[in-house]
């Protein structure tokens, strides 16, 4: 499996090229005026259109820059399958090189497209987290599939790729997923946390990560910025992606 991982401003691109991460997930409105010089930096690049953004702008975009990254979505209209639908229709029609994105109801979406089997589909919205579960694991599995912001689907099965913006929460959110043998530990950071020996424990299991990564463990004390903004890499995906056998994938380092 492979993740791309979000990446939408100069902070986060360089971190992530800092951990070795090989791929990115980009959206158009930040990328549209440096991604070839982005493409320079990562193995693989994976574009969507922003929120609110320009369907002929994005359409423009995708023509102009396609030698520039890997795989590009649609221009979806979140929760509105028959719109996505049309778009998709007229992207084709385009000659654009676009994957459609299923939306609302899954497995309607899908029969109204008429793909050719193991074709790339990407997934999109639906409203009720039971009904996305279920729907996710009555999709056909002659397609490969990638997962618009199923980060939390990394362990779930059944894509061949996700996209995730989870990894900022450290810096961002003062929050992050540790993986330790099969446990997903939340932690939270703040005064007088008392899982501040947890997270103590772990960076020390995972100092190899770290160091990878550049991080030392007084920065994570003093909760730099940069450093927490890597930390989650070394302490939940790069373990994770090892468990999963699919860290050369994912990780140059």
């Given at each position: 499996m492979k993740i791309y991982f979000n990446a939408n401003n100069k902070a986060t691109l360089d971190a992530l090229e800092k951990c070795g991460v090989k791929n990115v997930l980009l959206s158009h409105k930040y990328s549209h005026t440096n991604i070839e010089e982005i493409k320079q930096r990562f193995n693989s690049i994976f574009v969507v259109s922003g929120s609110n953004d320009d369907e002929d702008k994005y359409h423009e975009f995708?023509?102009?820059?396609?030698?520039?990254?890997?795989?590009?979505?649609?221009?979806?209209?979140?929760?509105n399958m028959n719109r996505t639908c049309e778009i998709w229709k007229k992207e084709k029609d385009m000659g654009l090189n676009t994957l459609p994105v299923l939306q609302e109801d899954y497995i309607k979406h899908l029969s109204q497209l008429n793909l050719?089997?193991?074709s790339h589909i990407c997934v999109g919205q639906m409203k009720g987290?039971?009904?996305?579960?279920?729907?996710?694991?009555?999709?056909?599995?002659?397609?490969?599939?990638?997962?618009i912001g199923k980060g939390k689907y990394l362990l779930r099965g059944g894509f061949d790729s996700i996209?995730?913006?989870?990894?900022?929460?450290?810096?961002?959110?003062?929050?992050?997923d540790i993986w330790s043998d099969g446990t997903i530990i939340k932690m939270k950071f703040?005064?007088?946390?008392?899982?501040?020996?947890?997270?103590?424990?772990?960076?020390?299991?995972?100092?190899?990560?770290?160091?990878?990564?550049?991080?030392k463990m007084h920065e994570i004390t003093e909760r730099h910025y940069y450093s927490m903004l890597k930390l989650p890499i070394a302490l939940y995906y790069?373990?994770?992606?090892?468990?999963?056998?699919?860290y050369t994938d994912n990780f140059i380092k």
């Open positions: 995708i023509k102009k820059e396609e030698k520039n990254f890997d795989f590009a979505a649609q221009f979806s209209i979140p929760n050719k089997p193991n987290r039971f009904d996305t579960e279920d729907s996710i694991k009555k999709l056909p599995t002659n397609n490969k599939y990638h997962g996209d995730t913006s989870i990894w900022i929460s450290a810096a961002m959110s003062k929050k992050c703040g005064e007088n946390n008392v899982s501040e020996p947890i997270l103590t424990h772990h960076c020390e299991k995972y100092k190899d990560n770290l160091e990878k990564i550049g991080v790069m373990p994770i992606c090892k468990h999963l056998k699919c």
